[in-house]
Structures are given as C-alpha cells and as structure tokens.
C-alpha cells in the first residue's frame, strides 16, 4: 500500500505528492551483497581448509598404525595414493604406536575411505576458489568496492587480487542484483 501525503510547495500555492522512500542505488546494493558473500565465501574456505587439515592427521595416523601393524610401505602408498617416501616419512614420525591387532584390509579400507574425503574436500576446495575469484573479477569490473576492501573482505592482499583477476571474464551471475 503506497501512502500518499500532500505537502505544500514552499514556492507557491501548488501541492506535490510523497510517493515513499527513493529507490536504493544499484551500486550499493551490489557493493552489500558482495560483502555479503565475500564473507560467506571467506567462511566457507576456512572451514574447509580446517576439515582438511583434520582428515590429513587421520590419515597419517592410519597410515602410520598400518605400518606399525606391520603393513608393507608400498601398499600403503598405493591405497593412500601417495609415495614410498612420504609413507615412509609419516611412520617415521610416529615412534611412541602400539601394535592394534587390527587386519590388513581393514586398515587399507579405512585408508581408501579417508583419502575419498580428501579428495571431495579438494574438490569442494577447487569450486569455493572459483567462486571467490568470479565474484572478485566482478567487483574489480563493476568498480563495486575497491582492491582494498576486497582484500579485507576475501583474506587476500590487494596485489594478489589483482594478479588473479587479470584477464578473468567474470560468470554471470557472479554478483546477483
């Protein structure tokens, strides 16, 4: 329900109408919003990069109670995906494990599960960055917040914004109206 109120003109004799509040400015809105989900996405990295720190101390610690179970390195390294050297280097690290008793496979599958997680954590990884780098390009093109406010809001310094951005044709719908 639009209120309409009159108002005498304080030039003459005439009435106008107040017709509510004036639109918002478009820019403002879209500076909003890409604050809004630079934090957002700023989040959603940290978050993920805490989970992946966390799923790779598992697997250390699983690969390292494997060896110490007596497993052989290079099929550690082939179920973990990673080389003799780093298996080596992470039973290494890991002195003070007490054998478990527990069977080959089951600590190979337990190894196979933890690094299918890594890996869809890299992959969820891969999409934030990518979506944090089309929202940046879109806000460097529209001139919606400068390289500093970007840098604040995102976690990166103003050099490396514009470094990654050079070049970068923002997707549609980077930042929504």
């Known amino acids: 329900m639009l209120l309409a109120i009159l108002h ?19 820019t403002a809105v879209q500076a909003d919003k890409t604050r809004e989900l630079l934090r957002d996405s700023r989040q959603r990295i940290s978050f ?20 110490c179970d007596g497993m052989k390195g290079t099929r550690l390294a ?28 089951q600590h190979l599958a337990s190894i196979r ?8 954590l890299e992959e ?8 944090r780098l089309n ?9 919606v917040l400068d390289d500093y406010e970007l840098a604040a809001l995102s976690g990166l310094q103003p050099e490396t914004i514009r470094k990654m951005t050079w070049g970068v044709q ?5 930042i929504p109206a």
């Open 8 to 26: 005498r003109d304080d030039r003459g004799d005439g009435y106008y109408r107040y017709r509510g509040t004036a639109k918002a400015d478009t």
């Open 48 to 67: 993920n990069a805490t989970s992946m720190r966390a799923l790779s101390v598992r697997l250390n610690q699983q690969i390292a109670q494997a060896l």
């Open 78 to 105: 082939e179920a973990a995906e990673l080389s003799r050297w780093a298996v080596r280097t992470v039973g290494l690290s890991s002195e003070d494990l007490l054998p478990s008793g527990m069977p080959a496979e």
């Open 113 to 120: 599960q933890l690094k299918s997680e890594l890996a869809e």
């Open 124 to 131: 969820s990884k891969i999409a934030l960055e990518d979506r």
């Open 135 to 143: 929202l940046l390009a879109a806000a460097r093109r529209r001139g």
């Open 170 to 174: 923002a997707g549609s719908g980077a």
